[in-house]
């Protein structure tokens, strides 16, 4: 089955389930967390910048769900900080049932050589190490789960392995083999890993890499949340362990 060809989305497909959407205010997550919440999930919206979550829970409250807010800043946040999280999560909802990584750093092209170090370790800790720490921290609560779902949003290798794309290119090869590895150790649980990788979409972090963006293919972010909520349903079944979408 094709991105384009998704049946139109069942408005029960989440229900009764909780789905942590991290980058929730950026161009996909804010995108998927509403439509998580026309799904019928409870949607808890992570991101550091409290202006624009409110935003995305008011579009969710739009649809009759009201989100959760939990503000926190990816690449200041210790171990610690997503263990306290799921402590929450457990305490507040009782429960996890999905984890949605949309989270990214990207700054813009620039060579290498010329990268400040400080910028090059961020790109790397917010787009890989952070989403590690938040996945491990919550997998205890995603086990208690009958199904659970954790999908991570990773972009084309081919194309961001070219040059100027630093720290973030050299990252996304290594989300992918993140999502391999934890498959295969979490195949006898209920946790399904995935990932999805979107076409090109219309989002502030593209815009960094093309200031004049005439990809034909290009998409709003609203043509990949049905995607989202797919692989975070009992439907995203069929697609464990795998890399889906237009260029996987």
Do not use: I
């Given at each position: 089955?094709?991105?384009?060809?998704?049946?139109?989305?069942?408005?029960?497909?989440?229900?009764?389930?909780?789905?942590?959407?991290s980058g929730a205010?950026?161009?996909?997550?804010?995108?998927?967390?509403?439509?998580?919440?026309?799904?019928?999930?409870?949607?808890?919206?992570?991101?550091?910048?409290?202006?624009?979550?409110?935003?995305?829970?008011?579009?969710?409250?739009?649809?009759?769900?009201?989100?959760?807010?939990?503000?926190?800043?990816?690449?200041?946040?210790?171990?610690?900080?997503?263990?306290?999280?799921?402590?929450?999560?457990?305490?507040?909802?009782?429960?996890?049932?999905?984890?949605?990584?949309?989270?990214?750093?990207?700054?813009?092209?620039?060579?290498?050589?010329?990268?400040?170090?400080?910028?090059?370790?961020r790109a790397v800790?917010?787009?890989?190490?952070?989403?590690?720490?938040?996945?491990?921290?919550?997998?205890?609560?995603?086990?208690?789960?009958?199904?659970?779902?954790v999908v991570f949003?990773?972009?084309?290798?081919?194309?961001?392995?070219?040059?100027?794309?630093?720290?973030?290119?050299?990252?996304?090869?290594?989300?992918?083999?993140?999502?391999?590895?934890?498959?295969?150790?979490?195949?006898?649980?209920?946790?399904?890993?995935?990932?999805?990788?979107?076409?090109?979409?219309?989002?502030?972090?593209?815009?960094?890499?093309?200031?004049?963006?005439?990809?034909?293919?290009?998409?709003?972010?609203?043509?990949?949340?049905?995607?989202?909520?797919?692989?975070?349903?009992?439907?995203?079944?069929?697609?464990?362990?795998?890399?889906?979408?237009?260029?996987?």
């Amino acid at each position: 089955m094709s991105l384009v060809s998704l049946p139109v989305r069942d408005a029960r497909a989440l229900q009764d389930r909780v789905v942590l959407v991290s980058g929730a205010h950026g161009g996909l997550g804010a995108a998927a967390a509403r439509a998580c919440a026309e799904a019928g999930a409870t949607v808890v919206l992570l991101g550091r910048k409290l202006p624009k979550l409110n935003r995305v829970y008011d579009a969710c409250t739009q649809v009759g769900v009201e989100p959760l807010l939990y503000p926190l800043d990816l690449e200041g946040a210790s171990p610690d900080d997503y263990v306290e999280l799921a402590r929450r999560l457990h305490d507040e909802l009782g429960r996890l049932d999905g984890l949605l990584h949309c989270a990214a750093e990207f700054r813009g092209l620039t060579p290498l050589e010329h990268t400040d170090p400080a910028a090059f370790a961020r790109a790397v800790h917010v787009n890989l190490t952070a989403p590690w720490w938040l996945t491990q921290a919550c997998l205890p609560l995603l086990k208690q789960s009958t199904d659970a779902a954790v999908v991570f949003a990773v972009n084309e290798p081919a194309l961001t392995g070219q040059a100027y794309w630093g720290g973030y290119g050299v990252v996304q090869p290594a989300l992918q083999a993140l999502v391999g590895m934890l498959h295969a150790e979490l195949a006898s649980s209920p946790v399904r890993v995935s990932a999805l990788r979107p076409g090109p979409m219309r989002t502030p972090l593209r815009s960094k890499a093309y200031a004049d963006d005439t990809d034909a293919a290009l998409r709003d972010p609203d043509a990949y949340a049905e995607a989202c909520v797919r692989l975070l349903s009992p439907a995203g079944a069929e697609h464990r362990g795998q890399v889906w979408g237009p260029g996987a």
